[in-house]
């Protein structure tokens, strides 16, 4: 089929082949398809959708279009974890030294942060020595060694995902369900895990704002990766207020070691939980979700996932000492704090706007290209349900440029909702389970 066929054919709304949506994305990567042409489709597709079949048909294509990671050398099942991206998100960094430490290797490549949600790589780097660079061998050997190891994407991984990628991200067509589903699960499958959990984030700071949208996403993933083999579930968790309290790199990183020693923010402990359980299902380890929770909270007790992580630093080249004493992580010059204007009770926190407030302050990035401050950003002092007196902070800022601490103020008291409201609940974190 020629490819105005073939955009034609999503145009009027029909179904595809496997075999067409293999040729044109084929084509597509070695140059036989314009980006003019590619760039319709897409558009086709957000307005017309794909199926089902569509959709494996397409992840399939660009796993294909490029190499595979062979996970065969290390024992066991392999698990993997992916979120949707959202703001204080850190869970990469406790779950993982969780599932090594219950004894399922945990082979993960994460991302860097981009506008207003983090990247775990990014957080990693922000620990002395880091590097999250490596080869597949080496990869390979480290979580068959340790239990885990946490790398950027490595080698010719799906080239056709980061060129049609690129040209969604130029021509409004992000926001398709279908699009994004082949575009995270081409990864996963490419990246060799047998079992795969989807945190699928949803509200006011997550990709999908609303509960049906991230079912859709949810529900389109997991078929997507069952279709492959893969033991495939999604948990969908809410982002209408941060994860955590930490926003910032340094700053999460401390948060996320406090986790492992047994404190911590009470949501980021609970949905590693419920994330780590489903794992632990899903790679054998435990039969019911109970009793794995329990096999988990014992890693966290007994210190063992927090041993897991000193591993996973001392074997990628980090300074052990800092995860010790993580005072001793880079931090910011200067502090200020944010105070309520009114007593009451925290009803609301815009997590969109406080992401782009620790962008604002040097903690993420506007484009690729930009470099990061890995001390500064912010620490939430009251989160959704708490009550609040006039004078009290609400947040504490960590910066170290004035420019970037005046447009960054303003926006994070604006993203805290006071209410005199005698009721105010906390938000439910888990909204839903997708298998």
């Known amino acids: 089929m020629r490819a105005y066929e073939f955009i034609l054919a999503k145009r009027m709304g029909r179904t595809h082949t496997a075999a067409e949506i293999v040729d044109f994305i084929n084509g597509y990567v070695d140059g036989r398809i314009s980006d003019a042409q590619a760039a319709a489709w897409c558009m086709a597709v957000y307005f017309n959708k794909l199926s089902c079949a569509e959709m494996a048909a397409l992840t399939k294509a660009m796993v294909e279009s490029g190499d595979r990671i062979d996970l065969g050398a290390i024992k066991g099942i392999k698990v993997d974890k992916h979120s949707t991206g959202g703001v204080g998100d850190k869970t990469t960094l406790v779950l993982g030294p969780m599932i090594a430490a ?9 991302g860097r942060g981009l506008g207003h949600t983090g990247g775990t790589l990014d957080k990693l780097e922000s620990i002395p020595g880091m590097t999250v660079e490596m080869d597949r061998a080496r990869f390979v050997r480290q979580v068959d060694k340790v239990g885990l190891a946490v790398v950027g994407q490595t080698g010719n991984l799906v080239p056709a995902d980061k060129k049609l ?7 409004a067509t992000v926001e398709e369900t279908g699009l994004i589903a082949a575009s995270i699960m081409s990864k996963k499958i490419a990246a060799g895990a047998d079992a795969i959990v989807l945190d699928v984030k949803c509200g006011r700071g997550a990709f999908m704002g609303t509960l049906p949208e991230a079912r859709n996403l949810a529900e389109a993933m997991v078929h997507i990766g069952n279709s492959f083999g893969r033991k495939t579930a999604a948990i969908i968790s809410s ?3 941060p994860l955590g309290r930490a926003i910032g790199n340094a700053l999460e990183v401390r948060e996320a070691i406090e986790t492992l020693t047994g404190g911590g923010p009470e949501d980021l402990r609970e949905l590693c939980l419920v994330l780590g359980s489903k794992m632990a299902v899903l790679g054998g380890i435990c039969h019911e979700l109970a009793e794995a929770r329990l096999l988990l909270e014992k890693t966290l007790n007994s210190g063992t996932a927090f041993e897991k992580l000193r591993l996973l630093v001392q074997e990628q080249g980090g300074d052990v000492k800092v995860i010790d004493h993580p005072e001793w992580l880079p931090s910011a010059a200067r502090l200020e704090e944010v105070l309520a204007p009114v007593s009451g009770t925290v009803k609301a ?9 620790g962008m604002a302050l040097g903690s993420g990035r506007e484009r690729k290209e930009d470099a990061i401050d890995y001390a500064v950003g912010i620490v939430i002092n009251k989160k959704a349900g708490q009550k609040v007196n006039r004078g009290d902070s609400l947040a504490t800022l960590h910066y170290n440029s004035d420019a970037r601490l005046e447009a960054a103020r303003a926006r994070v008291l604006e993203a805290f909702q006071v209410t005199q409201e005698p009721d105010v609940a906390e938000p439910p974190l888990i909204l839903g389970t997708v298998e």
């Not at 219950?102 to 994460?110: Q, R």
């Not at 690129?166 to 021509?171: C, I, K, Q, S």
Request: zero cysteines; aromatic letters at 8%; proline letters at 4%.
């Open 239 to 241: 982002m209408d207020q």
């Open 165 to 171: 990628y690129a040209l969604r991200d130029e021509t």
């Open 102 to 110: 219950i004894g399922l290797p945990f082979a993960k490549m994460s």
């Open 349 to 357: 926190i815009d997590s969109l706007a406080l992401g782009l407030s």
